[in-house]
């Protein structure tokens, strides 16, 4: 005989897999259709205002080193460039270019799920959600 509780995490594991599937093919279906990988469009969505490479490897949860490889190859498209922070020259700000932004646009509007999974959730929901998910992670 199954235990219940069993199949009922088995049940809330799978949701968990098909929310991270579905926002990830959204993502990488929208990223392909400019010949970007998804950590490319990423680093482009993150860079539509001037923004610290830095800020870009915490998003991206990568390495800086990483990074810079991600945004050489955005700019050479064109798509960014990267400027000296006025206030501390060793600091490399990246922002989209016009050609960026619309790409950027475009993105998002490809990608409505991944934008806001949790857009059909009310703002209580996504409280309750988010202590749930904590109490999931201290454990």
Not at 97 to 102: H, I, L, P, S
């Amino acid at each position: 005989m199954s235990n219940p509780s069993d199949e009922l995490t088995g049940e809330v594991v799978g949701l968990f897999a098909a929310v991270n599937r579905r926002y990830t093919q959204e993502s990488e279906t929208a990223a392909a259709a400019h010949d970007l990988t998804p950590l490319q469009a990423k680093a482009l969505l993150a860079a539509e205002s001037p923004v610290p490479m830095r800020r870009i490897a915490e998003r991206l949860h990568a390495e800086p080193s990483n990074v810079t490889v991600i945004i050489d190859r955005l700019e050479s498209r064109g798509l960014v460039e990267r400027s000296l922070d006025e206030n501390d020259r060793r600091i490399k700000r990246v922002a989209a270019t016009e050609a960026g932004r619309a790409v950027a646009a475009d993105l998002r509007a490809r990608t409505p799920f991944a934008a806001d999974p949790l857009a059909r959730l009310t703002t209580p929901q996504r409280e309750s959600l988010r202590e749930l998910l904590r109490l999931v992670l201290e454990g």
